[in-house]
T-cell receptor
Framework: NAGVTQTPKFQVLKTGQSMTLQCAQDMNHEYMSWYRQDPGMGLRLIHYSVGAGITDQGEVPNGYNVSRSTTEDFPLRLLSAAPSQTSVYFC???????????????FGPGTRLTVT | DQQVKQNSPSLSVQEGRISILNCDYTNSMFDYFLWYKKYPAEGPTFLISISSIKDKNEDGRFTVFLNKSAKHLSLHIVPSQPGDSAVYFCAARINNFGNEKLTFGTGTRLTIIP
């Protein structure tokens, strides 16, 4: 099993360009999410999904779009990149917590994005 | 408004000694707490967790303590090993019946000195 995969690993964009960060998982997890990690800020939730066709906003959703058409994939779209979106982006998956006692998330290796 | 705080950005500990990483939270609705470990250029990996109905959970060299009245949790690693050098994040969850979100602290970089 590959677990959680993210592509690309690195990306440089110019201000105003658009791109999609890909996230795929083979663990059949209902829950998928996107975080960004910035120095001194920890991990902040951008968007999340509790199943195909269902998405919701996290703590810092502005400037990002998501969709969830399949259980396996959860792409993150930047429609018009800004320097403030320079960050490391992590995708994470998990089992819907209300059904179980524990609540872990499994993280991908990250995408380092620089916007100039 | 940082609801989960890790006030020590870094910590250095001698190999073989105990490492204690601290985390404070402000929201009394958090019902589940987790610790993640992160190596450079990798995603965070789950380490240990504790439910708010417990005050201690142990897994090998790792023990998490929860003091609900003080809204404080700590991670103890004993004995510390060089491979424990990493950034440690604490995270907290509010049970929202399927719409759970994790709130993360800012992380503590632990360095184990051989």
């Amino acid at each position: 099993n590959a677990g959680v995969t993210q592509t690309p690993k690195f990306q440089v964009l110019k201000t105003g360009q658009s791109m999609t960060l890909q996230c795929a998982q083979d663990m059949n997890h209902e829950y998928m999410s996107w975080y960004r990690q910035d120095p001194g800020m920890g991990l902040r939730l951008i968007h999340y999904s509790v199943g195909a066709g269902i998405t919701d906003q996290g703590e810092v959703p502005n400037g990002y779009n998501v969709s969830r058409s399949t259980t396996e994939d959860f792409p993150l779209r930047l429609l018009s990149a800004a320097p403030s979106q320079t960050s490391v982006y992590f995708c994470a998956t998990g089992v819907v917590a209300s059904l179980i006692e524990t609540y872990e998330q499994y993280f991908g290796p990250g995408t380092r994005l620089t916007v100039t | 408004d940082q609801q989960v705080k890790q006030n020590s950005p870094s910590l250095s500990v001698q190999e073989g000694r105990i490492s204690i990483l601290n985390c404070d939270y402000t929201n009394s609705m958090f019902d589940y707490f987790l610790w993640y470990k992160k190596y450079p250029a990798e995603g965070p990996t789950f380490l240990i967790s504790i439910s708010s109905i417990k005050d201690k959970n142990e897994d090998g060299r790792f023990t998490v303590f929860l003091n609900k009245s003080a809204k404080h949790l700590s991670l103890h690693i004993v004995p510390s090993q060089p491979g424990d050098s990493a950034v440690y994040f604490c995270a907290a969850r509010i049970n929202n019946f399927g719409n759970e979100k994790l709130t993360f602290g800012t992380g503590t970089r632990l360095t184990i000195i051989p």
